[in-house]
């Protein structure tokens, strides 16, 4: 079989949530190796920052939950390279702290509106790309947690929205195959990122017995080595799922 998938120092990714965290993180990596690289987030100057004056850098302000803002940009990507070959679908809240009998409509509404309608908004619009363009095809990786296998307590917008983005994940990589789209998710545990000190991990995060626990972390440019790998592979092999975790952290067993 002869892969015609385009070579690392022309492919072009969009990386959502490219302001801060893995997001920037994995932006940067991408822009290191070579990739074409638009940066979608809500604060343009986060993105700006994250580009640091990279030629190979695009800077496009986007809400995921806003289908206009999410195909404008697409049509950014597009007009400015012709194509999109790596969507890293990112952007995510952890929403608020709160069991299923606590947690109010507004807020359930909010984290599901960016961590499961966001995500599919963009993988539409990136699969709709990748069907149109020459050589057909792309890959795209969601970016889910390890609560999409074991939730924390109290965290059940973010929990259920994480068990969804497996189903869009097989969804997308099932409808995909006849056109050369492949969909994988990596599921990360504790990179050291904003998102840890919401929930108290390096101070001590709720553990399922009621206790608080200061669990281990690992560097967020780890996990970005981890999701550059699942981008750059060929376009004959699909990396299904990964799942990466800080090195004994309370996860296989947790609680």
Known sequence: MTDSSPSADSRVSVVTGAGSGIGRAVARLMLADGYRVALAGRREAQLLQTADGHPNALAVPCDVTAPDDVE???????????????????????????????????????????????????????????????????????NGSISAHSPRPRTVAYAV????MTGLTKSIELDGRGFGITCGQIDIGNTATEIMDTIGVGTGALQAD??????????????????????????????????????????????
């Open 72 to 142: 404008r940009l697409f049509g950014a990507t597009r007009r400015q390279w012709g194509r999109v070959d790596v969507l890293f679908n990112n952007a995510g809240v952890f929403g608020p702290a709160a069991s299923v009998d606590e947690i109010s409509l507004a807020d359930w509404n909010a984290t599901v509106a960016v961590n499961l309608t966001g995500s599919m908004l963009c993988a539409a619009a990136a699969v709709r790309a990748m069907k149109a363009q020459q050589p057909q095809g792309g890959r795209i990786i969601n």
């Open 161 to 164: 929205t994480k068990h969804a």
């Open 210 to 255: 009621g206790s608080r626990r200061v669990e281990p972390m690992f560097p967020v440019e780890d996990a970005a080595r981890a999701v550059l790998l699942m981008a750059g592979m060929p376009a004959s092999a699909s990396v299904g799922s990964v799942v990466i975790t800080a090195a004994g952290m309370p996860f296989i067993g947790r609680g």
